[in-house]
């Protein structure tokens, strides 16, 4: 049974940093697509990152270019995403998600593609 735990959500004030992780497990599949979503209160899911274990490609959510950075460690098992420069608009529960192989370049953004998730890790951006 795959399970996903993510870890590391917190209340920060604005411009700081945070860095969270997800933690895979019972995963079978060698070619895995994991991303960070997130949901503030009042709003839809939305997706933040995404990053292959098979191929170099990363995406980016346009409102976290070049202030989150995703990534995975070496026995691609777990997934981090950090995240500088925080906004109070970026406060929301975020999520990881997981799905299978081939590309995920047209449906990273989709919910529906991921076939797990974690529970969540609240973040808090706030003065």
């Known amino acids: 049974q795959v399970q996903l735990v993510e870890s590391g959500g917190g209340s920060v004030q604005p411009g700081g940093s945070l860095r969270l992780s997800c933690v895979a497990s019972?995963?079978?599949?060698?070619?895995?697509?994991m991303a960070w979503f997130r949901q503030a209160p009042g709003k839809e899911r939305e997706v933040v990152a995404g990053?292959?274990?098979?191929?170099?490609?990363?995406y980016y959510a346009d409102s976290v270019k070049g202030r989150f950075t995703i990534s995975r460690d070496g026995d691609r098992k777990t997934m981090y995403l950090q995240m500088d420069t925080l906004k109070p608009e970026d406060t929301a529960m975020y999520y990881c998600?997981?799905?299978?192989?081939?590309?995920?370049?047209?449906?990273?953004?989709?919910?529906?593609?991921?076939?797990?998730w974690g529970q969540g890790t609240q973040v808090t951006v706030s003065s």
């Open positions: 998600a997981a799905g299978d192989g081939g590309s995920w370049s047209e449906r990273w953004k989709t919910e529906n593609e991921y076939k797990y």
């Open positions: 019972g995963y079978t599949y060698s070619r895995t697509f």
């Open positions: 990053i292959y274990n098979y191929d170099p490609l990363i």
